[in-house]
Nanobody, 123 residues
């Protein structure tokens, strides 16, 4: 059974930095695409960042490009989201997700999901 556990969310101030982590268990291989999504109150879940199975390709939402960095440590089966210059608009529950099939470059809605971690940015 594939499980994802996020951590690192907390209350921060505008302009602060924060790093989220997501550990994947239940897989013998780490050759799967990983991604971060977020959902703010009253809004739909949106894609934030994706990283390919081999870590060589990344993609970001326009709203976070240049501020957020997604990375992965295959040996630790962990994906990170470094968030810099945080804004109140970044307040949301952040979810980690991984593709169901190997060798992917992005993660769709048909994925395995974590339980989410709350990030709150105060103005």
């Amino acid at each position: 059974q594939v499980q994802l556990v996020e951590s690192g969310g907390r209350l921060v101030q505008t302009g602060d930095s924060l790093r989220l982590s997501c550990v994947v268990s239940g897989r013998t291989s780490s050759a799967y695409a990983m991604a971060w999504f977020r959902q703010a109150p009253g809004k739909e879940r949106e894609s934030v960042a994706h990283i390919s199975w081999n870590g060589l390709s990344t993609d970001y939402a326009d709203s976070v490009r240049g501020r957020f960095i997604i990375s992965r440590d295959a040996a630790k089966k962990t994906v990170y989201l470094q968030m810099n210059s945080l804004e109140p608009e970044d307040t949301a529950v952040y979810y980690c997700a991984t593709g169901r099939g190997p060798y992917g470059y992005s993660v769709g809605v048909d994925a395995y999901w974590g339980q989410g971690t709350q990030v709150t940015v105060s103005s």
